[in-house]
């Protein structure tokens, strides 16, 4: 198990970690297996979706915020209720396929992590299984 | 590895794809492990949901449309934005436990490839780990 | 694949199953691996959120039910649309990593099984896989 940091500069913002995930595999030498990204955040979460065109996790985000707003008749004393509903929604961790020592992604499909309630520095796993 | 193919005949439509799977498993000859579906697609999902009556998945699709619309105000130009983030709220993925040989899935589960932006020939890998 | 039993006591309830997942992972000797945790249920879920304030499981549950009532447009007959809706965006598994035979949870991680139909007596698998 390998663990990055990433570095969130806004409130709401998903980060591209495809690179990093893709070098963890090549470094780990395994050629048939799959590879688990995990976020041990609760306000935080992991997404696979578009990554070519910025306005698609743009338009990610906005929805959630809207459907979810960031006041709202929470219990919750932190002000955050709105980052933890969006984290469980997104979920936690993701699984990709390695075949011939390559993540196996759709064309379009990155890896994505979720910021609710940032700016933050925070830590995601990464843990490849395979041989 | 195995790949199939699912033709969608809707622009949003949920196709059981259980049958598949558990073909998958029986050729494998896992008898102890686990199955992953994995969909490639940025404006398709996965998930498993109730099987025996197909309103209930006509209810998840017409429930996801009335929150997040068709038409909204999106940035992404494709127009197809509705489905991308409907894809993130469905995951990509899914796994299920193999024992003695057989795919565990409750009662009324079954698997359904979620179609958000059909009709289309869409792929799923379906890889199987164990013994 | 080990079985445990939830029993709940609301129609919508979290129950933080973290102690049985972490006794489940101390008592099969694993050191290094994965915990699968599956609901076989197709009004229920999994999800991974806060476990230190109740107020957050009670958010969740309270914007997921703004978001999709109990009551609504649904065409399912047997009243319970709502639950399975809200069940397929929980998802109805969660994986954990493995290390050194402690469960990798984050500070404010729980793992909770997500009742969207209750009461009930469910059913939750829990499968440990590494060595």
Tied chains: 1, 2, 3.
């Excluded at 696979?48 to 707003?69: F, G, Y």
């Excluded at 006041?71 to 997104?90: C, F, Q, V």
Aim: overall charge neutral; hydrophobic content about 40%; aromatic content about 6%.
């Amino acid at each position: 198990m390998i663990e990055i940091n990433v570095k969130t500069t806004k409130a709401q913002q998903f980060v591209n970690i495809t690179g990093d995930v893709v070098k963890m595999v090549a470094d780990s030498g395994v050629k048939d297996g799959e590879v688990m990204v995990y976020v041990p955040h609760t306000t935080a979460g992991v997404t696979i979706n578009e990554s070519a065109d910025p306005d698609v996790v743009r338009d990610i985000i906005a929805t959630l915020d809207k459907l979810i707003p960031v006041r709202g008749d929470y219990h919750h004393a932190e002000g955050n209720s709105h980052a933890h509903i969006k984290s469980s929604l997104m979920g936690c961790s993701q699984r990709i396929i390695i075949s011939d020592g390559r993540l196996v992604l759709g064309t379009w499909q990155g890896i994505f992590f979720c910021e609710f309630d940032g700016p933050r520095s925070r830590r995601v796993y990464i843990s490849v299984t395979g041989k």
